[in-house]
């Protein structure tokens, strides 16, 4: 129901949008979120789309995540690259409008997720 694209090799400072097609009427009104997994660690909040937007203070003001509705689709614009932020970007819904931090936050919340797609960073 959640199918990522976009990912790539990309250089240190290129920008690069990943994109979640989302196949329930619902999510236009639940949230919808970007977590990712770098090599060797745990999965790791990204940014967040509900009630608000949230980002993680490591991508803050160089990510931008959006939501379509009409076309049902996820965005996540990344400007600036770092070589930091390659990992396995999955994206994630739920038909709950959160209202706390921690949930928005953790990846336990979210009921739906789609397969990752990879992001590389190259120095």
């Known amino acids: 129901q959640l199918q990522a694209s976009g990912g790539g090799l990309v250089q240190t400072g290129d920008s690069l949008t990943v994109s979640c097609a989302a196949s329930?009427?619902?999510?236009?009104?639940?949230?919808m979120a970007w977590f990712r997994q770098p090599p060797g660690k745990e999965r790791q909040f990204v940014a967040a789309d509900g009630r608000g937007k949230y980002y993680a203070d490591s991508v803050k003001g160089r990510f931008t995540i959006s939501r379509d509705n009409t076309k049902e689709t996820l965005y996540l614009q990344m400007n600036s690259l770092r070589p930091e932020d390659t990992a396995v970007y999955y994206c994630?819904?739920?038909?709950?409008?959160?209202?706390?931090?921690?949930?928005?936050?953790?990846?336990?919340?979210?009921?739906?997720w789609g397969q990752g797609t990879q992001v590389t960073v190259s120095s």
């Open positions: 329930r009427h619902s999510f236009s009104r639940g949230t």
């Open positions: 994630t819904a739920d038909d709950r409008t959160f209202y706390t931090r921690n949930q928005y936050f953790q990846a336990n919340t979210y009921y739906y």
